[in-house]
């Protein structure tokens, strides 16, 4: 299932737990399966209906794709504290990752309005699908929004057993769960911050690096890489190393993403482009547009990248688009993912990671940001390229 495709030997014996990301994502697949299997015959003991329409939903779109990122990078943090042997934990937390990104697509797709995830139907729409087929009463769009948001909250409870029942069981429990805590909150803030923003007119940089960091960059990459560290009882100086080398990266994440809402293609995105400058999302790429448009006095391109009432029309989102080309947005936000992208592997250098876990992150933050970084001495291959499941989340 899993589509990041090998590169190397994957997997040591068992006691050894595997060599490396690519091996760590397949068996974090096999955990996250045995998990989902336990949860619904869970559900099929409470209810057989809600087992059918709202688990099975939940698993199903688990088992669909999706980057798991978090895991590997999870696995990256672990091995560069000195994880070893048995990686049973660390793919726990992997699963428990899984889920809660599962949770965090789920509500976004309601927020956002998004038709389309990762290739198929957005929840909502395939449970408003279920709604008419079935003739039931009532407004299909209500009844599908408010259970999207129930599977969401599902997804999120599953999560918080796989994280509690690991933290029970490691010596290093506490630490691991006040990551997991704070990674919650955090994910919370972020989507707030977002609507808010959206709701204001808001149009500053700093606000828009604010929600970049709460929504994107923190539970994508810094806290997966120190919720696995926390599993090898890394110390406040390697956690701080590698808190600073996720928060690059993750930031380099999510203004790839910015770029790619806005030129990317749909047949490789597996969503429509657009849509955050059709909504007039605060994203970085917007907020150097309105700016730099400023700076040169282009009016045109100011009154098309600035804040208003109601949804943009497909015109005005083409107006954006070339405003954000003509004022250099878009290549001030691609120099700066490559920066990021490199800062990220340099703070990940200062870690105890061996060669082969410095050269499994470098590969991860180039599929992460659609960088190709310099060529490194401790690097020998590169990542395949950007397949379709690779860009079909979003800034989640």
Do not use: N
Request: net charge negative; aromatic share 4%; charged share 30%.
């Amino acid at each position: 299932m899993s589509e990041m495709r090998p590169a190397m030997a994957e997997t040591a014996g068992p006691a050894d737990g595997p060599l490396t990301a690519v091996g760590a994502v397949k068996a974090a697949e096999t955990v996250l399966e045995d998990v989902l299997d336990a949860e619904l015959r869970r559900a099929g003991a409470v209810d057989p209906v809600f087992a059918r329409d709202m688990a099975g939903r939940v698993g199903a779109f688990l088992l669909r794709g999706g980057k798991r990122l978090r895991t590997a990078f999870a696995w990256c943090g672990w091995r560069a504290a000195g994880g070893s042997g048995d990686a049973t934990e660390v793919l726990r937390v992997g699963a428990a990752l899984e889920l809660v990104q599962a949770c965090a697509l789920m509500h976004d797709d309601v927020m956002d309005g998004s038709l389309r995830r990762r290739g198929a139907p957005a929840l909502h729409v395939d449970l408003a699908h279920m709604h008419r087929a079935a003739r039931m009463s009532g407004s299909p769009e209500s009844f599908a929004i408010a259970a999207a948001v129930l599977a969401g909250d599902l997804a999120l409870a599953w999560a918080d057993d796989v994280l509690t029942e690991t933290a029970l069981g490691s010596p290093h429990g506490p630490r691991l769960y006040a990551e997991w805590r704070a990674m919650r909150s955090e994910m919370v803030a972020g989507q707030y911050r977002d609507l808010h923003a959206q709701a204001a007119g808001a149009s500053g940089i700093d606000e828009a690096v604010t929600i970049a960091t709460l929504k994107s960059a923190l539970y994508t990459v810094e806290r997966p890489l120190a919720l696995g560290a926390s599993l090898a009882g890394a110390g406040e100086d390697e956690l701080d190393t590698l808190r600073s080398a996720g928060r690059c990266a993750g930031l380099a994440f999510q203004m790839r993403d910015d770029l790619l809402g806005a030129f990317g293609d749909p047949a490789l995105t597996g969503k429509p482009v657009g849509d955050d400058l059709r909504t007039r999302k605060l994203t970085y790429l917007l907020a150097v547009g309105l700016r730099r448009a400023g700076a040169r006095g282009d009016e045109d391109a100011s009154a098309a990248l600035a804040a208003g009432a109601g949804p943009r029309s497909d015109d005005t989102v083409e107006r954006m688009r070339a405003a954000l080309e003509r004022t250099g947005a878009r290549s001030v936000v691609e120099s700066k993912v490559a920066d990021l992208a490199a800062d990220s592997v340099r703070y990940f250098d200062r870690t105890r990671a061996d060669v082969t876990v410095r050269r499994e992150f470098a590969l991860l933050v180039e599929r992460a940001s659609g960088v190709v970084l310099p060529d490194r001495p401790d690097r020998t291959d590169r990542p395949e390229g950007t397949e379709e499941d690779d860009r079909t989340e979003g800034g989640r």
